[in-house]
């Protein structure tokens, strides 16, 4: 499996650490419910399908990317950097 | 019997090799198989099952019989299909799966008992008592199964991995392979064009066929030769490509030194590759499907199209009398090659009763070959027509029962082939494999014409999908003719008629899985063991299919077939693990004092990739306790000196450095003073502790954090995450800086005036109080030095650049030992902290809250953090979790042990009267007895309360007292003299 990291190019997958889906850039306020926070340290959808994930590259750049990869195919349909993709949402 | 003037072998280099210890002869070109059948050797193998005689089948790598042993002692290589293997000087092989020779095999008494050991018979038989299964059962069914056996020895040949990149890879050079690569070469595009075979060409190295007015082969040859020319091609021969995976990522093996003497253990004998490629052509072929017959297994029963190859590639008669079993017009072609070689044809028998003959041969249509006789070779053939039978002398048979394109790689993500009844085959379905176009056989386009101009096709679909422009290439002339078959899949009768040669599966094995209703294909297989194996049913799945289809009254497409997985031929795990052997599975951190450390005797022990010393053995020290002992009582009474660089350094530097640390530490860094030192501790989002350790602030804007050893890299990426995915606006850079610098321990009464003897400015507990930091000059060396303690003691942490380590840890060693202080190792270190109570990844292990270590008040209130909301939760609260208390000893037995469990002193050792769990031990010569830190039910509540201990592993039980964990110094007083 390749990645496309967009700072190195399109890079074999054992240069990178796999972290599970992009929920984990929507951290909670302090003050949010338990339920908030439960949800995003937990719950995830699990569905098959394209899902947004976060990926490191580690034995590369070291950026983090927000990878969008279809679980039932494994194919790739984009991916930008973290530091982008919480920028624009901020 | 060797032919004259035919084949691609160079008789002028003959080459001895020996099968079964007997010596014979072939040339440069021969593979084993040929090179045997021109020494007329046809017995070569004896089948999995029942032992029978079995002799080559194929000419290349679906061979079900011919698997020989390579080579002897640890070199030795099971399981080699003699159709693979290239002949050189000196090759050694030898059959499998006979004892006590080849000719006489004690197991063939199995044949015998045929009618019992069909379908199932292992899964009926083997069923009570269950205790048989694994102590006898197995051992006898492992012993009769056979395929060759490792040697149980390290082999020392030499395996490599490597990586390649193209723009388009070409799978088979057939004609089909070959015009795609010089169609995509010529236009400019960096192609890969991987092959099997010892030399390009497919088919066109095997028949008569003639490409542009000239031999096939010398066709395939010109093209070569122009691709050779390319600096935007590699070929790539012996390479198989061996599976596909996803983004365009394949694996192929390169036997890249099977064919030669080359054994020395320098010489690579395989690479296994990785290609990247953007577009893909497999042009991979097709493969000849056998006709089940009764007794269709004696040795000298051959694919038509392998006689074929060994007359024409070869220059080898399989015969001196063949006859022709065919459903279809290909399979004709055999007599006539034959008849060109001067090799007696006695008929040719097809099933078809409107089949024409296509030369001067005798022709019988409309029959079918419904028995054979012969031992060990065959000796002739009975024929069934409807007017009657008749049986033909004959050594050789050469069946053909149709082509079944090769779809085996286009079905490994998941894909599944297209049933095509005009061809009466699977066809690979479109689209299957991202960016991968067939073309040719494989696709079942099988006349020559046909696979060139499909090549082409699929070359300008490649260059249209990369932007390429194409450049006109001219499709050379080749024969055309239409591809005429009947479907014959098994000939009616009694007795035994073969599907998979391998594993001696016959046509009543597929009928009676279907009748006791392993109707489906994947059952089928599983119960008749049906496509397993090396060649993974290459020649018979899909005539299995058929029957399957016909004894469950569906149709062949529905019957579908069984899962395609990788590698499309065998591959060696040591070729796929190649670089990961011995050291380069683990490859050795070594700490800037590696060199002094060993010298002085020092065992190291292993901490992740890094190597740390054990400890350090003095003279007439004989076991690791008196060194430890000793250690440990240095650095409580004079100064030692630990290598601590293993732990992970990260620098961190900008105007919100501070704030980040605020945020992945639960205590306050913001308030830290320059020039002062703080522990942390980390933890992750969901309230558990990650991490702990120091962090340094040498100015407003720049701090040093420590890790542990073991987190180093995990902190690492913790950083980067917060850093880029929740806290992109902060201003702040880090890098790890671990191996940059070399940093000792230096703890013990005398610390202090060891530090001034080799400081160029002398320090005062004034001017350096506990935790205190700042640069220093050692030596004449910029450094840093830390007022820190892992030990209890009056303690410093002195770091230089790394290149000085060296040199820096023997100045202080050697100013230790004047002090009647010394160099101490990991386990004195273990027990100097467990003396005080320190945790460890051993105490946080995942599992463990700040609350658990006693830490909960470290999360401040003032702030956020990770983690900090997880960690309130109340069943993480809970007074009665397990929480960090100290052990000592207080029975008859005094030895603890880490990975003990508590239990109430009255009450069983079971699950459910479990208190906690011991994760610390060491023997403490300060207090003259074990000390143990560990988890124990409602903590601190609990201390005074005796337990009992159990290590059910070791079998070691005590009786412990639960005590505060810091057994020494609770107050701090003696790291602040």
Same mark, same amino acid.
């Given at each position: 499996m390749r990645l496309p990291c967009p700072i190195c190019g399109e890079r074999d997958i054992r240069e990178f650490y796999y972290q599970g889906a992009a929920v984990a850039l929507d951290r909670p306020d302090l003050e949010a419910s338990v339920e908030a926070w439960q949800d995003y340290v937990y719950l995830r959808d699990n569905q098959p399908g394209p899902l947004r994930e976060m990926w490191h590259h580690d034995s590369g750049c070291s950026a983090w990317i927000v990878v969008t990869r279809n679980t039932a195919t494994h194919e790739v349909l984009g991916a930008a950097l973290a530091t982008d993709v919480k920028r624009t949402k901020a | 019997m060797r032919l004259a003037n035919k084949g691609l072998i160079d008789r002028k280099a003959p080459v001895s090799f020996s099968f079964d210890g007997v010596t014979y002869n072939g040339f440069q070109g021969d593979t084993l198989a040929s090179a045997l059948l021109a020494n007329e050797v046809r017995l070569v193998a004896r089948s999995f099952k029942y032992h029978r005689p079995r002799g080559v089948l194929t000419a290349g790598s679906e061979e079900p019989n011919a698997l020989t042993t390579i080579g002897s002692g640890a070199q030795a290589d099971p399981n080699v299909r003699a159709t693979v293997q290239e002949i050189y000087s000196g090759l050694e092989a030898r059959s499998q799966n006979a004892w006590p020779s080849l000719g006489f095999d004690a197991m063939a008494i199995n044949d015998l008992a045929a009618p019992f050991l069909g379908a199932g018979f292992y899964y009926k038989t083997f069923m009570w008592p269950r205790a048989f299964w694994e102590r006898v059962y197995e051992p006898i069914i492992r012993r009769?199964?056979?395929?060759?056996?490792?040697?149980?020895?390290?082999?020392?040949?030499?395996?490599?991995?490597?990586?390649?990149?193209?723009?388009?890879?070409?799978?088979?050079?057939?004609?089909?392979?070959?015009?795609?690569?010089?169609?995509?070469?010529?236009?400019?595009?960096?192609?890969?064009?991987?092959?099997?075979?010892?030399?390009?060409?497919?088919?066109?190295?095997?028949?008569?066929?003639?490409?542009?007015?000239?031999?096939?082969?010398?066709?395939?040859?010109?093209?070569?030769?122009?691709?050779?020319?390319?600096?935007?091609?590699?070929?790539?021969?012996?390479?198989?490509?061996? =599976?596909?995976?996803?983004?365009?990522?394949?694996?192929?093996? @390169?036997?890249?030194?099977? +064919?030669?003497?080359?054994?020395?253990?320098?010489?690579?004998?395989?690479?296994?590759?990785?290609?990247?490629?953007?577009?893909?052509?497999?042009?991979?072929?097709?493969?000849?499907?056998?006709?089940?017959?009764?007794?269709?297994?004696?040795?000298?029963?051959?694919?038509?199209? %392998?006689?074929?190859?060994?007359?024409?590639?070869?220059?080898?008669?399989?015969?001196?009398?063949?006859?022709?079993?065919?459903?279809?017009?290909?399979? +004709?072609? $055999?007599?006539?090659?034959?008849?060109? %070689?001067?090799?007696?044809?006695?008929?040719?028998?097809?099933?078809?009763?409107?089949?024409?003959?296509?030369?001067?041969?005798?022709?019988? $249509?409309?029959?079918?070959? &419904?028995?054979?006789?012969?031992?060990?070779?065959? @000796?002739?053939?009975?024929?069934?027509?409807?007017?009657?039978?008749?049986?033909?002398?004959?050594? &050789?048979?050469?069946? *053909?029962?149709?082509?079944?394109?090769?779809?085996?790689?286009?079905?490994?993500?998941?894909?599944? #082939?297209?049933?095509?009844?005009?061809?009466? *085959?699977?066809?690979?379905?479109?689209?299957?494999?991202?960016?991968?176009?067939?073309?040719?056989?494989?696709?079942?386009?099988?006349?020559?014409?046909?696979?060139?101009?499909?090549?082409?096709?699929?070359?300008?679909?490649?260059?249209?999908?990369?932007? !390429?422009?194409?450049?006109?290439?001219?499709? #050379?002339?080749?024969?055309?003719?239409?591809?005429?078959?009947? #479907?014959?899949?098994?000939?009616?009768?009694?007795g035994r008629a073969w599907l998979d040669f391998q594993n001696d599966v016959s046509v009543k094995d597929i009928k009676q899985a279907a009748r006791e209703n392993f109707r489906f294909v994947e059952h089928m297989k599983r119960y008749t063991t049906q496509g397993m194996a090396t060649d993974q049913g290459k020649n018979s799945n899909v005539n299995a299919l058929a029957l399957l289809a016909d004894a469950t009254g569906r149709g062949i497409p529905e019957t579908g077939t069984t899962t395609f997985r990788p590698p499309y031929s065998p591959v060696s795990i040591a070729a796929m693990g190649a670089g990961a052997q011995g050291k380069g599975f683990m490859p050795e951190r070594f700490i800037t004092s590696h060199a002094a450390t060993v010298e002085r005797g020092a065992p190291m022990m292993e901490a992740g990739l890094w190597y740390r010393p054990s400890y350090f053995p003095a003279k007439d020290e004989t076991n690791w306790r008196q060194s430890c002992d000793r250690e440990v009582n240095l650095v409580r009474e004079a100064v030692g000196i630990c290598d601590v660089s293993t732990?992970?350094?990260?620098?961190?530097?900008?105007?919100?450095?501070?704030?980040?640390?605020?945020?992945?530490?639960?205590?306050?860094? *913001?308030?830290?003073?320059?020039?002062?030192?703080?522990?942390?501790?980390?933890?992750?989002?969901?309230?558990?502790?990650?991490?702990?350790?120091?962090?340094?602030?040498?100015?407003?804007?720049?701090?040093?954090?420590?890790?542990?050893?073991?987190?180093?890299?995990?902190?690492?990426?913790?950083?980067?995450?917060? $850093?880029?995915?929740?806290?992109?606006?902060?201003?702040?850079?880090?890098?790890? !800086?671990?191996?940059?610098?070399?940093?000792?321990?230096? %703890?013990?009464?005398?610390?202090?005036?060891?530090?001034?003897?080799?400081?160029?400015?002398?320090?005062?507990?004034?001017?350096?109080?506990?935790?205190?930091?700042?640069?220093?000059?050692?030596?004449?060396?910029?450094?840093?030095?830390?007022? /820190?303690?892992?030990?209890?003691?009056?303690?410093?942490?002195?770091?230089?650049?790394?290149?000085?380590?060296?040199?820096?840890?023997?100045?202080?060693?050697?100013?230790?030992?004047?002090?009647?202080?010394?160099?101490? =190792?990991? @386990?004195?270190?273990?027990?100097?902290? /467990? @003396?005080?109570?320190?945790?460890?990844?051993?105490?946080? +292990?995942?599992?463990?809250?700040?609350?658990?270590?006693?830490?909960?008040?470290? /999360?401040?209130?003032?702030?956020? &953090? /990770?983690?900090?909301?997880?960690?309130?939760?109340?069943?993480?609260?809970?007074?009665?979790?397990?929480?960090?208390?100290?052990?000592?000893?207080?029975?008859?037995?005094?030895?603890?042990?880490?990975?003990? +469990?508590?239990?109430?002193?009255?009450?069983e050792a079971t699950p459910d009267n479990d208190q906690g769990y011991m994760t610390s031990v060491g023997f403490s010569p300060t207090f003259g007895h074990f000390l143990g830190l560990g988890f124990v039910r409602g903590g601190p509540a609990r201390a005074g309360d005796r337990l009992r201990m159990v290590d059910a592993i070791r079998g070691i039980e005590a009786v412990v007292e639960v005590c505060h964990p810091v057994f020494l110094d609770p107050k701090g007083e003696r790291t602040r003299g």
């Open positions: - | 009769a199964a056979g395929l060759g056996a490792l040697s149980g020895q390290a082999n020392a040949d030499k395996y490599e991995r490597a990586f390649a990149h193209c723009d388009l890879l070409v799978i088979g050079a057939g004609p089909a392979g070959l015009m795609a690569a010089l169609t995509a070469a010529r236009a400019g595009v960096d192609v890969i064009l991987a092959d099997e075979d010892s030399i390009m060409g497919g088919r066109l190295n095997a028949e008569t066929h003639r490409v542009d007015g000239q031999a096939g082969c010398d066709w395939a040859a010109s093209v070569v030769a122009e691709l050779a020319d390319m600096d935007n091609v590699r070929l790539m021969t012996r390479t198989t490509v061996t =599976g596909a995976y996803d983004q365009g990522t394949y694996g192929a093996l @390169e036997r890249v030194n099977h +064919h030669t003497n080359l054994r020395d253990g320098k010489a690579v004998l395989e690479t296994f590759w990785r290609i990247a490629a953007k577009q893909t052509v497999r042009a991979a072929g097709a493969l000849e499907r056998p006709i089940a017959f009764q007794t269709n297994d004696r040795p000298g029963i051959m694919m038509a199209g %392998a006689v074929r190859a060994y007359v024409n590639r070869w220059g080898v008669a399989p015969g001196k009398t063949v006859t022709v079993f065919a459903n279809n017009d290909d399979a +004709h072609r $055999t007599a006539i090659n034959l008849q060109d %070689a001067g090799v007696h044809v006695a008929a040719v028998i097809d099933s078809r009763a409107n089949a024409k003959a296509l030369g001067d041969y005798r022709l019988i $249509t409309g029959a079918e070959v &419904c028995a054979t006789s012969g031992r060990k070779a065959l @000796e002739s053939i009975t024929y069934r027509t409807a007017s009657g039978s008749d049986s033909i002398s004959t050594d &050789c048979l050469a069946m *053909s029962g149709g082509w079944n394109p090769s779809v085996h790689m286009t079905c490994h993500m998941n894909g599944r #082939p297209t049933w095509r009844e005009d061809i009466a *085959s699977f066809v690979p379905t479109a689209g299957s494999i991202p960016n991968m176009t067939v073309a040719g056989a494989c696709n079942g386009d099988f006349s020559t014409a046909a696979c060139l101009a499909a090549g082409v096709t699929a070359a300008q679909d490649v260059l249209a999908a990369l932007g !390429v422009k194409f450049v006109d290439v001219t499709i #050379p002339e080749a024969e055309n003719s239409v591809y005429k078959m009947e #479907p014959l899949w098994a000939v009616a009768g009694k732990l992970g350094k990260i620098d961190i530097q900008g105007p919100d450095a501070a704030a980040l640390l605020d945020f992945v530490y639960t205590n306050m860094f *913001s308030t830290l003073k320059v020039g002062r030192v703080r522990y942390g501790l980390m933890l992750r989002e969901d309230g558990h502790v990650m991490d702990d350790g120091t962090t340094a602030r040498l100015s407003d804007t720049h701090f040093v954090m420590t890790t542990t050893t073991a987190a180093a890299g995990q902190v690492m990426r913790h950083l980067e995450f917060v $850093t880029q995915c929740l806290r992109p606006d902060w201003d702040v850079r880090f890098v790890s !800086v671990t191996e940059q610098w070399a940093q000792f321990a230096v %703890a013990g009464p005398k610390a202090r005036d060891l530090l001034n003897g080799v400081l160029d400015t002398p320090i005062d507990n004034d001017n350096w109080p506990f935790m205190a930091c700042g640069d220093v000059t050692v030596a004449g060396v910029q450094g840093r030095l830390f007022r /820190i303690s892992f030990s209890g003691e009056h303690a410093y942490e002195i770091a230089v650049p790394a290149r000085y380590g060296d040199g820096v840890f023997r100045l202080l060693l050697k100013q230790a030992e004047a002090m009647g202080g010394g160099a101490y =190792g990991m @386990e004195a270190l273990n027990v100097l902290r /467990i @003396e005080k109570g320190f945790i460890t990844h051993s105490e946080i +292990h995942g599992r463990v809250t700040a609350f658990d270590v006693g830490m909960d008040r470290m /999360i401040s209130a003032k702030k956020d &953090c /990770i983690g900090k909301v997880m960690a309130q939760r109340d069943g993480l609260l809970d007074e009665d979790r397990e929480q960090l208390m100290g052990f000592k000893p207080v029975g008859v037995v005094k030895q603890l042990t880490a990975g003990a +469990h508590f239990y109430p002193e009255d009450e």
